[in-house]
Structure formats: structure tokens, C-alpha cells
Antibody, heavy 115, light 110 residues
Framework: EVQLLESGGGLVQPGGSLRLSCAAS????????MSWARQAPGKGLEWVST????????YYADSVKGRFTISRDNAKHTLYLQMNNLRAEDTAVYYC????????WGQGTLVAVSS | QSVLTQPPSASGTPGQRVTISCSGS????????VNWYQQLPGPAPKLLIY???KRPSGVPDRFSGSKSGTSASLAISGLQSEDEADYYC???????????FGGGTKLTVL
């Protein structure tokens, strides 16, 4: 059974940093691209970033480019999202997903950016 | 403003067939597969349809997807009360080099 478990969310001040993690199990992690998506309170879904299976290809939404960095550790079956220079508009539940198509989703972790 | 356009709401009665549309452009729906997600109140979204019309295992065949040109549709037949949820379409966009979502459609079962 595919399981994705996000962690690392919390309250941070504008301009601050957070690193999200997503522990994956139940599938061959290195064989799949992995993605992050987010959902601001009361809003729709927004794709954030995708990384290829080997980690050498990355894609970012324009809204986070230059501030967020996606990475992965295939030995630890873990996906990461380093978020720097956070803004109020980054407040959202962040989900990790299997594949570009987000075949499976984690339960999400809440990031709140506020002073 | 979302790159993919969906109606904000849709409704139907139990047993009815409902369709939800998703309009895009040549760089996204016109060039790549469309995925549909269901988000029930509370839980994380769930993939319903991928690659325009394929269902992951476990998704009932009441749900079907189709595409024509730069538009796609999700059809739900034999509508049930548990289908009341938000539905989102998504596709890769070759111009933006990223995934784009529709704004979501809230389906109400009357």
C-alpha cells in the first residue's frame, strides 16, 4: 500500500524558512517522479514543484521559483521541499504526491506564514 | 485566475448523470493528458482519472473522462450522495513548463 507522510509544517514569520519532508513507502521510490502541491485556506489546488526519479530534473511554479528547492534522498525514500523567504501568500496545506500525475497524495502539512 | 477553466459549481439528483467541463489551450489540454481529482470535505485529494480517460484501480466505472481538442470533461453517472465533493482538472503545460490546475467545481447532490 502506498503511503506518503508529510512533516515539517508550522508557523513561521515572513521572510523565514522551513523544510518539509515526505516519507514514502509501498512503492519503488526511485522509479517515480515526486511532486508537491498546495492548497491555501478555502482555495483550490496549486502545483508547486516536481522532481524526476533520479533527482536531476526539477520543475517549479513561477510563484515559488528562486525561493523553494525540491530534492530527494532515494536511499531514505524521502522527498523534501526547502522553502526560503516565505510570504503570507505561501500559507497553505502542502501535499506531496507520487508521480507528475499525483497518483497518490499524502495527508498534508500546514504551513502558516504570519507575524 | 486559473489556467484551466472549470464551472464553479454543478449539481444533480441521485441517479442522474452529471458532467463537469475543463477548458484549456493548445499548450496544456491540447498537448497533454488530463487528470481529474476528487476532494471530499476534509481529506486530501484523490486521483479519479489520469491520461484523459484512465481510471486507477478502485475508482468506480461510474466515473469517466473524455477530451476533445482543448477541452476535457468528467462524467459521473448514477450520481450518489457520497459523490458530493470538489473536483479539479489538471494538465501539464508545455509553455509554462509546469502543471496547471483548474479552479475546481463544487458538486452538490440535491
Amino acid at each position: 500500500e502506498v503511503q506518503l507522510l508529510e512533516s515539517g509544517g508550522g508557523l513561521v514569520q515572513p521572510g523565514g524558512s522551513l523544510r518539509l519532508s515526505c516519507a514514502a513507502s509501498g512503492f519503488t521510490f526511485s522509479s517515480y517522479a515526486m511532486s508537491w502541491a498546495r492548497q491555501a485556506p478555502g482555495k483550490g489546488l496549486e502545483w508547486v514543484s516536481t522532481i524526476g526519479g533520479s533527482g536531476d530534473t526539477t520543475y517549479y511554479a513561477d510563484s515559488v521559483k528562486g525561493r523553494f528547492t525540491i530534492s530527494r534522498d532515494n536511499a531514505k525514500h524521502t522527498l523534501y521541499l526547502q522553502m526560503n523567504n516565505l510570504r503570507a501568500e505561501d500559507t497553505a496545506v502542502y501535499y506531496c504526491g507520487k508521480g507528475l500525475e499525483l497518483l497518490h497524495w499524502g495527508q498534508g502539512t500546514l504551513v502558516a506564514v504570519s507575524s | 485566475q486559473s489556467v484551466l477553466t472549470q464551472p464553479p459549481s454543478a449539481s444533480g439528483t441521485p441517479g442522474q448523470r452529471v458532467t463537469i467541463s475543463c477548458s484549456g489551450s493548445r499548450s496544456n489540454i491540447g498537448s497533454n493528458g488530463v487528470n481529474w481529482y476528487q476532494q471530499l470535505p476534509g481529506p486530501a485529494p484523490k486521483l479519479l482519472i489520469y491520461g484523459d480517460n484512465k481510471r486507477p484501480s478502485g475508482v468506480p466505472d461510474r466515473f469517466s473522462g473524455s477530451k476533445s481538442g482543448t477541452s476535457a470533461s468528467l462524467a459521473i453517472s448514477g450520481l450518489q450522495s457520497e459523490d458530493e465533493a470538489d473536483y479539479y482538472c489538471a494538465a501539464w503545460d508545455d509553455s509554462l513548463n509546469g502543471q496547471v490546475f483548474g479552479g475546481g467545481t463544487k458538486l452538490t447532490v440535491l
